[in-house]
């Protein structure tokens, strides 16, 4: 009887350990396929010369990534662009983000249509988006110059000047994107119960003090996640830069992940280009972990 139970419980066991694999099947599949698979395969070609137009491959070993970051001089150009359109955008992103939640965050008249405003911009085509912004931004005959002129400002051709092209990109990017951090900025914000405001206000604090000394550090882990999402993102831009500027002019705004396209797609270096996206990965990786640490540091 004894040894029947046994039998009846360890079938029982390996039946619900099999009902658990198959329950978490489709994601460890979809994590071999779509993530490890790839990462594994580029990792192999950063390892090669592949021209993909001749379809001639051969063993480098680790030459492409010395090439990269002691060779090419163009490398650390366009990591300096990353670096710049990275600090312009994020910080310009998180900060727009929260003032947008802040003032949203609360019910009056026709807060819905304003939250409408803000984020239908995210929903829209990435590229669609650009071209639009692309014909505005054109010298004397784009709306944006042809607006200031009216209130008797010279503006410059935007997407023809190295310096103002950046930007350009950096404010449309963040137009574009600031609505979702918008949104998650406006979960969190109603996520706080009053009560704390309600008590400092009590005891005599402004709206400023609440805000900065209440408000701003229980806001402190969506502002980390936000900021690493957002890190994360620019620096995998590339449908705006490709579509406005495409790198240019005189490699203004040539950005990591659109050298990345050059180097692949244009000059056909599989080999050359897997490693750029090898060495993106883990310039990313290494920014979210800082951030992370940061953040653990700040919260002990």
């Known amino acids: 009887m004894t040894d029947t ?11 619900e350990t099999l009902e658990g694999w198959l329950f978490v099947s489709p994601t460890v599949i979809g994590f071999l396929i779509f993530f490890l698979g790839p990462l594994i395969a580029i990792f192999v070609y950063a390892m090669s010369d592949w021209n993909f137009l001749s379809g001639e491959a051969m063993f480098v070993g680790l030459a492409n990534f010395e090439d990269a970051l ?27 983000a929260l003032f947008l939640a802040v003032a949203l965050a609360r019910p009056f008249r026709g807060v819905i249509l304003f939250r409408t405003i803000f984020f239908a911009p995210v929903i829209t085509s990435a590229i669609a988006w650009a071209i639009v912004w692309r014909f505005m931004l ?19 051709n935007w997407l023809r000047e190295p310096n103002w092209a950046m930007a350009a990109v950096i ?4 137009i574009k994107m600031v609505g979702l951090n918008m949104i998650l900025y406006i979960a969190a914000l109603q996520s706080i119960p009053r009560d704390y405001e309600e008590a400092a206000g009590l005891e005599g604090a402004s709206r400023w003090q609440i805000f900065r000394m209440i408000t701003l ?9 936000i900021t690493v999402l ?12 490709y579509q406005m500027t495409g790198g240019g002019p005189e490699n203004g705004t040539l950005v990591l992940a659109f050298y990345i396209y050059q180097q692949g797609f244009q000059f056909f270096d599989i080999g050359y280009a897997s490693a750029l996206a090898m060495i993106m990965f883990v ?18």
């Open 5 to 15: 139970a046994s039998v009846s419980r360890l079938s029982l066991r390996r039946r």
């Open 138 to 156: 054109q010298g004397e005959s784009g709306a944006v110059n042809q607006l200031l002129a009216y209130l008797g400002i010279a503006g410059p």
């Open 230 to 241: 957002t890190t994360i993102g620019s620096f995998k831009v590339f449908d705006h830069i």
């Open 217 to 225: 550090p229980l806001l402190a882990p969506t502002t980390l996640v």
């Open 171 to 174: 404010v449309t990017r963040v």
């Open 70 to 96: 002691f060779q090419n001089p163009d490398f650390w150009h366009v990591v300096r662009n990353s670096a710049v359109f990275a600090l312009g955008l994020v910080p310009l992103n998180v900060a727009l």
């Open 283 to 300: 310039i990313v990786m290494a920014l979210t972990i800082v951030q992370v640490l940061l953040r653990r540091k700040e919260a002990a």
